[in-house]
């Protein structure tokens, strides 16, 4: 066995810490050592994480791999991207972070945008318009709090100073921000001064593969912990899937299938022009020089919502197979509508949905699951559609990273619907690309390449051939109801 590596991984409703070794026989063994819920909660006013919390279980977790007989590991840590923490002149947190669920930002971009076009910001920063960007969070922020602000910090970036007392801003989460100029590689003062924001209250920017420090020596006193020199990996989760992806070549497109489905491609140059402003693509920075030009899709949250709507009564592998059952494409759904970002309850949003477009409703737990199934697959496949037409290119693999590899009736349907070959795994993507640019900066894996050579020898994968269209047409049914709900709502 070589060296030991720690993933803190952590997404919006659990946490994990995944131990990795490569092998004798050159292949990446991961194990979970610690896991624990996630969530937001409603305090003061906000949906707010309890980050508190988070560092303890990681704490709780390092112990468990001490336990386990490692006295000593690196670690890097990813999390969720655009959330912040503001931290005082002391060194303290001002107050709990607000999620990016809550609704404080509900007009922001319509506001800001009122001063900067879309045209123009879009030009700046090449990030797509979410109304939850931190640039739209900062933009409501409380202007008392931010006049006792120091620093800023990105929620992986403020765990890893709360470790090892060393600040740093990671590229790969702070381009999520929409505050940094894309060909400066800095962040944009006319952007941070209409938000009563400056440069100095955020840490140096970093590379992922930067190494941070040991964790503090305070923390030894109440945890038994090994000894554990901290690396700021692609702390952006989505960055981190990315380099986990087993990828070859140019030809190739990626979906990190979680709570959100992230869909795109790998650039070395980011791509800002007309049809990506249009289309609402993202630059996202990512490791090693790398672009992420991807799309947000509202993702298997919506799953999970309609699992925890039947009251966890079924697991996701049980309504997956209600839901092959059920015949799919019963009605059209836009994913992506911002009704599903946080309703009260998504199973009557669903239904509320397509009575409001006179569609069939779904009624039972396998047809609600093939609606969001089979509305995902669409989704995907119009999206690939775009791709190529933005770029100008011929994809022909999708690579399907996260939990959601795992649903191959989505696979299968993703397969076909997009004429693409699709290689589905590794699940644990995100903990794999972590460990990955630990192991790179440490000199144990060469490079990128040979790393994701090294994952495609270490994890099973799952290929899906497009099947005799039994869908011919449905793509383009889809499309045009989605054209027409855009006219419908302009």
């Known amino acids: 066995m070589n060296g030991a590596y720690v993933a803190v991984d952590i997404g919006a409703s659990s946490g994990r810490l995944m131990l990795a070794q490569i092998t004798k026989n050159n292949q990446i063994q991961l194990q979970e050592i610690h896991r624990f819920t996630n969530g ?10 309890n980050i508190d919390y988070l560092i303890h279980e990681i704490l709780t977790g390092l112990e468990k791999v001490k ?23 002391q060194g303290k947190k001002l107050c709990d972070p607000i999620s990016y669920r809550d609704k404080r930002t509900a007009h922001a971009i319509a506001d800001l945008t009122s001063d900067f076009s879309k045209d123009y910001l879009y030009e700046k920063t090449g990030i ?22 120091d620093k800023i910090m990105m929620i992986p970036d403020y765990i890893g100073y709360v470790l090892t007392g060393q600040a740093a801003t990671e590229v790969t989460n702070a381009s999520t921000t ?5 060909r400066g590689g800095l962040f ?13 209250q955020f840490a140096k920017l970093v590379e992922a593969g930067t190494y941070l420090g040991p964790v503090m020596t305070d923390w030894m006193d109440t945890f038994d912990l090994p000894i554990t020199d901290v690396i700021t990996v692609a702390t952006h989760d989505t960055a981190s899937a990315v380099v986990g992806t087993p990828a070859v070549g140019h030809d190739w497109a990626f979906l990190s299938s979680g709570t959100w489905s992230l869909l795109g491609t790998e650039l070395n140059v980011p791509e800002n022009g007309r049809q990506a402003f249009h289309e609402n693509y993202t630059n996202e920075w990512g490791a090693y020089g790398t672009y992420r030009f991807l799309k947000n899709i509202m993702g298997l949250w919506v799953a999970q919502c309609v699992k925890h709507g039947y009251q966890d009564k079924y697991s996701f592998s049980e309504l997956a197979a209600m839901a092959t059952k059920e015949k799919p494409f019963q009605q059209f759904i836009d994913i992506n509508d911002e009704r599903f970002v946080n309703p009260k309850d998504m199973i009557a949003e669903i239904q509320t949905y397509c009575r409001e477009t006179h569609q069939t409703v779904p009624t039972t737990p396998g047809e609600v699951m093939m609606a969001i199934y089979a509305n995902l697959a669409l989704f995907y496949a119009n999206e690939l559609q775009k791709l ?18 795992n649903i ?6 993703t397969s076909t619907l997009s004429g693409l070959e699709v290689v589905a795994g590794p699940n644990e993507a995100t903990a794999i690309g972590n460990v990955l640019v630990q192991m790179i900066s440490t000199g144990e894996v060469k490079d990128i390449v040979a790393g994701r050579k090294l994952i495609k020898e270490s994890f099973e994968l799952k290929q899906y051939q497009p099947e005799a269209n039994h869908y011919e047409g449905v793509l383009a049914r889809y499309q045009s109801f989605l054209e027409h709900q855009d006219k419908e709502l302009v």
Request: proline share 0%; net charge negative.
């Open 188 to 200: 944009d003062k006319d952007l941070l001064s209409k938000i009563n924001v400056h440069d100095e």
């Open 40 to 49: 937001f909660k409603m305090v003061a006013g906000h949906e707010r994480w």
């Open 128 to 149: 797509q318009f979410q109304d939850f960007n931190t640039l739209y969070q900062l933009y409501e922020e409380d202007q008392a709090l931010l006049a006792k602000t």
């Open 388 to 405: 190529n037409k933005i770029l100008g290119c011929s994809l022909k693999t999708l690579n399907i990273v996260g939990g959601g590899s």
């Open 178 to 182: 929409q505050m940094l100029n894309l």
């Open 67 to 89: 336990k386990a007989g490692f006295k000593q590991v690196h670690l890097g840590i990813d999390t969720w991207a655009v959330d912040y923490v503001l931290v005082d002149h």
């Open 408 to 413: 191959s009736l989505l696979n299968q349907m």
